[in-house]
């Protein structure tokens, strides 16, 4: 049978430096092929070929047998090749039901007609979302959900799916994973990218591996496991580095309290909580979507505006604060690592080395004269650089530009320089491939050794197991059980965080 996508010799270079080259690629009909290797190996960039968002340096593209330059996404999709990226591509302004049927709309529209046949169709993928919400009203999931449901409806033949289930909950994970199955038995060919090596070694029929651009490994999945996937991603082993040494590490002992919260609101999202975090350990919070983990964090560093009357009180080192900005925080030492890296995590059109520059800067109070120093910030991008491990094909290169896990590392960089007393990382591994987990991980590790308070705010159960030295589980609003991680496992959280 032939090949429904086809690479050979494939290269693709930015101002003169391969981003993946020499690389044979082949996908079958109704095949789901995953894509692995770590951020920065060019799996991105390859589908994005297929996708038509860039084109072939060198090398040539064959779909259906035929060979094509694809010049714009849409003459992709003209050809039944639609993709689903990591960070969404949807138009915030519009609703759902508007976002699905976008590009393919009739020449008379009703509005209502729209929004109960995206109703219907949302149903049909078991995918709960309101079609008449505005996508800029929806969290990090739901889009995630309308992003796969256009892609769905454009009944497009080739699929690439891009860490499509970095977002979503276990139950989420599972309607996808149905979802794939039955896209594969209607014929259509998926190329499947993610960090989450079990998702690769559960739904695809083939494994390719890239690593620092090259093609290093691709066969049936049967003949791969996880130890031999990691090892062909990053050339060595990393079993023992990643979640390995969850029941054997010793907890840091609790240092002085940091910060105190007690009895938090937030309309109905935060519930009268109350908890504690102290100086030198690493403080993991598990919760479902939904249960208020992540907007309790942000209340406090002034992200989000608790309720005016009974809001509750927080205390950073014994002294009661309300911040209504981030900006009085940071100053105060708090820093928030949002989980939404593209939306809220750093300046897309500007480089490294002025991102980090600009987490330097807020440290200043306003008001005076600022004295703008781009020697000092290429050397502040310099130390980060190399502290943080961040890549890229050209130091001058946006931060766009730049593979998701660099990106991630650059937002953690431009936190960190603010010199916080209290750190928040909310999904600091989403999106991010094995060998930057273990960097980022030792990272964190490192950061509680110094004596530094930190949180970790994650959804991936053996992460909050290997790295926290104490356990909060959140409900509906509100922190409703403390853990100690040498005692806990998996089911007894996951049971916190549901009952």
């Known amino acids: 049978m032939k090949p429904i996508v086809e690479m050979r010799g494939a290269t693709k270079s930015f101002r003169g430096i391969p981003a993946f080259q020499d690389v044979d690629f082949e996908l079958g009909a109704g095949e789901v092929h995953?894509?692995?290797?770590?951020?920065?190996?060019?799996?991105?960039?390859?589908?994005?070929?297929?996708?038509?968002?860039?084109?072939?340096?060198?090398?040539?593209?064959?779909?259906?047998?035929?060979?094509?330059?694809?010049?714009?996404?849409?003459?992709?999709?003209?050809?039944?090749?639609?993709?689903?990226?990591?960070?969404?591509?949807?138009?915030?302004?519009?609703?759902?039901?508007?976002?699905?049927?976008?590009?393919?709309e009739k020449a008379l529209n009703r509005l209502r007609g729209i929004y109960i046949a995206a109703q219907q169709f949302l149903q049909s993928l078991n995918f709960h979302v309101d079609?008449?919400?505005?996508?800029?009203?929806?969290?990090?999931?739901?889009?995630?959900?309308?992003?796969?449901?256009?892609?769905?409806?454009?009944?497009?033949?080739?699929?690439?799916?891009?860490?499509?289930?970095a977002t979503l909950t276990p139950e989420e994970k599972n309607?996808?994973?149905?979802?794939?199955?039955?896209?594969?038995?209607?014929?259509?060919?998926?190329?499947?990218?993610?960090?989450?090596?079990?998702?690769?070694?559960?739904?695809?029929?083939?494994?390719?591996?890239?690593?620092?651009?090259?093609?290093?490994?691709?066969?049936?999945?049967?003949?791969?496991?996880?130890?031999?996937?990691?090892?062909?991603?990053?050339?060595?082993e990393l079993t023992g580095e990643i979640y390995g040494q969850a029941k054997s590490r010793v907890p840091r002992k609790r240092g002085r309290k940091v910060l105190s919260v007690e009895n938090l609101s937030m309309g109905s999202i935060v519930r009268n909580t109350s908890f504690s975090i102290f100086a030198g350990q690493v403080t993991g919070i598990f919760g479902l979507v939904g249960s208020g983990r992540t907007e309790t964090l942000k209340v406090?560093?002034?992200?989000?505006?608790?309720?005016?009357?009974?809001?509750?009180?927080?205390?950073?080192?014994?002294?009661?604060?309300?911040?209504?900005?981030?900006?009085?925080?940071?100053?105060?030492?708090?820093?928030?690592?949002t989980e939404e890296r593209k939306a809220e995590g750093f300046f897309e059109t500007m480089g490294i080395a002025e991102n980090i520059y600009m987490g330097d800067m807020s440290k200043i109070r306003g008001g005076g004269l600022t004295v703008v120093s781009m020697a000092h910030a290429v050397e502040l991008a310099e130390q980060w650089r190399k502290r943080l491990n961040i890549r890229a094909i050209d130091p001058n290169a946006k931060v766009i530009e730049l593979s998701g896990g660099n990106q991630q590392?650059?937002?953690?960089?431009?936190?960190?320089?603010?010199?916080?007393?209290?750190v928040i990382f909310d999904e600091p591994t989403r999106g991010v491939d094995v060998g930057a987990i273990a960097e980022i991980h030792h990272f964190i590790n490192e950061l509680a050794d110094q004596g530094i308070a930190v949180v970790m705010i994650s959804s991936y159960l053996p992460e909050v197991l290997a790295v926290s030295d104490r356990i909060l589980v959140a409900r509906q609003g509100k922190i409703v059980e403390e853990m100690e991680p040498q005692n806990a496992t998996e089911e007894a959280i996951m049971y916190a965080a549901v009952h």
């Open 34 to 104: 995953a894509l692995l290797g770590e951020n920065g190996a060019g799996k991105s960039t390859l589908t994005k070929v297929i996708a038509g968002v860039h084109t072939l340096t060198s090398g040539s593209l064959f779909v259906n047998g035929e060979e094509i330059v694809l010049h714009t996404p849409s003459e992709a999709l003209a050809r039944g090749i639609a993709m689903v990226y990591q960070e969404n591509s949807l138009v915030p302004s519009m609703t759902v039901a508007q976002n699905i049927y976008l590009g393919s």
């Open 131 to 165: 079609p008449s919400a505005l996508v800029g009203s929806l969290g990090a999931a739901q889009k995630q959900m309308v992003e796969i449901a256009r892609a769905v409806h454009h009944k497009a033949k080739v699929i690439v799916f891009d860490e499509p289930t």
């Open 175 to 236: 309607y996808f994973f149905n979802l794939i199955q039955n896209l594969k038995e209607q014929g259509v060919s998926i190329i499947f990218i993610s960090h989450a090596l079990e998702e690769a070694l559960q739904i695809a029929d083939r494994i390719t591996i890239l690593r620092d651009g090259k093609l290093v490994a691709s066969d049936v999945t049967a003949n791969f496991d996880r130890e031999k996937i990691i090892r062909a991603m990053v050339g060595r």
């Open 300 to 337: 406090v560093s002034g992200v989000l505006k608790r309720d005016f009357f009974h809001g509750g009180e927080v205390k950073f080192e014994g002294k009661a604060v309300r911040f209504r900005v981030p900006a009085p925080a940071v100053r105060k030492g708090i820093v928030y690592v």
């Open 409 to 422: 590392k650059v937002v953690i960089a431009k936190a960190l320089v603010q010199q916080p007393k209290l």
